[in-house]
């Protein structure tokens, strides 16, 4: 179906920066939103920020004025710049897509698909 590949992420001090990508690939029909969540350690997965295929975007309040969120359409690519990134941002990231995928029936059908995780640590 869609596969998501991830990059970026990494260690930096607090105050520090870091960028992060994600490609779609796959049968895509046509891609509806793609986005960031964050799982930290003993705690549920939660939205970062989500971009939809027509420029809107979608920040969680504790990420506003600090990260953004980009979207390349012809390379099914999302991006997320996070400044002055806090202790508190340490988690594990992932890449989510939502859109629609060419089936072996000839009609697209929905997909949500999920990358791998990259690891964002932030720390003196």
């Known amino acids: 179906q869609v596969q998501l590949a991830e990059s970026g992420g990494g260690s930096v001090q607090p105050g520090g920066s870091l960028y992060l990508s994600c490609t779609a690939s796959?049968?895509?029909?046509?891609?509806?939103?793609m986005g960031w969540y964050r799982q930290a350690p003993g705690k549920e997965r939660d939205l970062v920020a989500t971009?939809?295929?027509?420029?809107?975007?979608n920040y969680a309040d504790s990420v506003k004025g600090r990260f953004t969120i980009s979207r390349d359409n012809a390379l099914n690519t999302v991006y997320l710049q996070m400044n002055s990134l806090k202790p508190e941002d340490t988690a594990v990231y992932y890449c989510?897509?939502?859109?629609?995928?060419?089936?072996?029936?000839?009609?697209?059908?929905?997909?949500?698909?999920w990358g791998q995780g990259t690891q964002v640590t932030v720390s003196s």
């Open positions: 989510n897509s939502r859109g629609y995928y060419n089936s072996d029936y000839g009609l697209p059908r929905q997909y949500d698909s």
């Open positions: 796959g049968s895509i029909f046509s891609i509806v939103a």
């Open positions: 971009v939809t295929s027509g420029g809107s975007s």
